[in-house]
């Protein structure tokens, strides 16, 4: 699931898909300007979604 924070408000959660077998873990890239969530899906791979302003 996503949320993003618009303008001072939150706005919908958004499905990204599929299922994570683990928790998520993040972090900072290029200087702060990208964060990076990684998860574990179900075929054992390690999943990553990126976020930038």
């Known amino acids: ?3 993003r924070w618009i303008s001072g408000a939150w706005g ?7 299922i994570a077998t683990s ?3 993040a972090t900072t890239f ?3 300007s990208r964060i990076m ?3 574990r899906g179900t ?3 390690l999943w990553y979604r990126t976020w930038a302003p």
């Open 1 to 3: 699931m996503h949320k």
């Open 12 to 18: 919908q959660w958004n499905d990204l898909g599929g």
């Open 23 to 25: 928790g998520p873990g």
């Open 30 to 32: 290029a200087n702060r």
């Open 37 to 39: 969530v990684f998860v």
């Open 43 to 45: 075929d054992g791979a």
